[in-house]
């Protein structure tokens, strides 16, 4: 059986459903990494930052593949296999990191995740505290169990481009990033500038309103279908990295959307080989 059970609708949360998911005992990451954390984070909650869990250094996007290292990581932040998780980052100022968060744990098979919708922001605006004290060190029992439908590898993503090359198309690969990136800037560090052939361009923070929280369903569905990102097609979000396709993925599930894969190696890995095709 799937481990993957995210329910539409239920992905983002509240500032008022996160202070009830604490309240009943939920797990709590702060995605935005060390530093910020320590300038005042959610009361109880552990940091965890993504470059923690990726398969190499520098300009490497991808998840590792050793579930050891995944399981101990995430068994130190207090992931529990019973127990639901809330994810947090910096909202409208942050890349998604949440985003990333809650699509390893729901690649890696754990079961509920939540985000807070608006990120930090949201919840100091709802009133929400914040404290400079870490909590007590409490360690998780989460044993992953992957479940393969929800990430794109390499060698799928060639595998699909080449047979979207020749005319039929289940895939869609929806490029995340900014207008800039899409048209050839490289800000970020990529060998290369450009697309994969056949991408549409969506930045992640269209689906987002000023203060950094999710437009309303119909706007958000209006604004995908539009860029040809529909839920008949299996849709394959990558960015630079894999950060901000991972928000898009969530994204994607709040709405329902049936297939949805991360392509977390993104542009660091796809243009690291010059054979490989841009548009």
């Known amino acids: 059986a799937l481990a993957h059970t995210a329910t539409a609708g239920e992905v983002f949360v509240s500032p008022a459903e ?8 939920a797990t709590v990451i702060d995605a935005r990494g060390d530093a910020e954390y320590r300038t005042g984070h959610i009361p109880g909650s552990v940091p965890l930052s993504w470059l923690e869990l990726r398969d190499g250094w520098a300009r490497v996007g991808r998840l590792t ?7 101990e990581a995430l068994q130190a932040a207090g992931v529990d296999d019973d127990r639901p998780v809330l994810v947090y980052d910096a909202g409208i100022d942050g890349w998604g990191e949440a985003g990333r968060i809650w699509w390893t744990l729901e690649y890696l098979g754990h079961d509920p995740n939540r985000i807070l919708d608006g990120g930090l922001p949201a919840w100091i605006d709802a009133g929400g505290e914040l404290t400079t004290k870490p909590p007590p060190a409490r360690r998780g029992d989460f044993i992953p169990h ?13 595998r699909d481009l080449a047979q979207c090359g020749t005319g039929t198309c289940d895939v869609v690969f ?17 060998p290369r500038g450009g697309h994969l ?7 992640f923070k269209d689906l987002l309103d000023a203060r950094g929280r999710l437009r309303p369903e119909p706007e958000l569905r209006a604004t995908l279908q539009g860029a040809g990102i529909t839920p008949d097609k299996r849709i ?30 993104s542009m660091w890995e796809w243009t690291a080989d010059d054979s490989r095709p841009v548009e």
Do not use: H, K
Request: hydrophobic content about 35%; overall charge negative.
């Open 236 to 265: 394959v979000p990558y960015c630079t990295g894999g950060v901000r396709s991972g928000f898009a993925v969530a994204v994607l599930t709040e709405l329902g959307y049936p297939r949805v894969a991360n392509y977390d190696g």
């Open 65 to 71: 593949d050793d579930m050891g290292r995944l399981q």
């Open 197 to 203: 052939p056949g991408a549409v361009g969506l930045y």
């Open 18 to 25: 996160a202070r009830q998911l604490i309240d009943a005992g």
């Open 146 to 158: 992957p479940d393969e439908t929800l990430r794109a590898r390499l060698s799928e993503v060639e």
């Open 174 to 190: 929806w490029d995340t990033r900014e207008p800039r990136e899409y048209a050839g800037a490289t800000p970020y560090g990529e």
